[in-house]
């Protein structure tokens, strides 16, 4: 495969995202070969950034349709018949960003995120999310519920203007669960309701208990506490919703929720 010239075809959504990052600077190979997209789930190979040849080729899957079942498919695929040893999964959430300007822009800046943050750095597989107001999210496969058809995309509204905050409605339910994984560095982590169907992001910002932020500031380095605890459910636009009012479980809720725990294990 050689390096792909910017195409100029119709509407393909991969098509026109190749053509805008050839135009930025990236070198791609690998467009419309059918063998890379019917067998390992790929639309192209990135196999340099502008200004920064790399040595670890990326694979790209566009979409503009959120669909779950696609997104396992394409990690079941990449796990077991990879094509490239890291590999991202995009999604641009509405036709209409291909004709905004700086959609581009903000892929480049979601890919460039997979490869060279460090955070990224033993990661395989990612996930990305371009959002109407071209802000964009990237987390690894391995945050990602596999068992759940939970993540989603909820639209912005038409009368929402980039920039402004979005407010999102929270239940009023108390939900148990445990705390799962807490990264003290980046102040949160990720909470599993106590029927382990729902995963939840979780920040030190919306603990309100002062003996579970105690808890969670005295921690040096990242874990796995399985931490008993109560909260509500924020719906949010992002690929989790966030747990809100976190706060320690009560001493009996605490010992059914780590029986569970254990009987699941």
């Known amino acids: 495969m050689t390096a792909a010239t910017s195409p100029q075809w119709g509407f393909r959504a991969e098509d026109r995202v190749a053509s805008g990052l050839m135009d930025l600077g990236c070198g791609i190979i690998g467009l419309r070969d059918e063998r890379l997209d019917h067998v ?18 990326l694979g790209v899957q566009i979409t503009t349709i959120h669909d779950h079942s696609k997104l396992m498919d394409f990690i079941h695929v990449t796990q077991h018949n990879p094509a490239t040893i890291k590999a991202i999964y995009l999604e641009i959430v509405s036709r209409p ?5 700086g959609l581009i822009n903000a892929v480049l800046a979601a890919l460039q995120n997979f490869q060279f943050n460090r955070e990224f750095l033993n990661k395989t597989i990612g996930y990305a999310v371009i959002h109407p107001d071209l802000t964009y ?3 690894s496969s391995d945050m990602l519920s596999l068992t759940t058809p939970q993540l989603k995309i909820i639209e912005l509204p038409e009368s929402l203007k980039p920039g402004e905050p979005l407010i999102h409605p929270v239940a009023s339910e108390l939900i148990h669960g445990m705390l799962t994984t ?8 990720y909470v599993l309701t106590s029927d ?26 990242s874990i796995s506490p399985n931490i008993p605890v109560t909260f509500r459910e924020e719906l949010t636009n992002k690929p989790f919703n966030a747990a809100v009012d976190l706060a320690l479980a009560s001493e009996d809720q605490a010992e059914l929720l780590q029986a569970k725990a254990a009987s699941a294990s």
Request: hydrophobic residues 40%; positive net charge; charged residues 25%.
């Open 196 to 221: 382990g169907q729902t995963k939840l992001f979780a920040h030190i910002s919306k603990v309100q208990d002062e003996n579970l932020r105690n808890i969670l500031n005295r921690a040096a380095y």
């Open 40 to 57: 390992h789930k790929i639309d192209f190979l990135i196999v340099k950034f502008p200004g920064n040849a790399t040595m670890v080729s």
């Open 97 to 101: 960003l291909f004709e905004k300007g």
């Open 137 to 139: 999210e990237v987390i």
């Open 182 to 189: 807490y990264h003290p560095d980046k102040g949160f982590g």
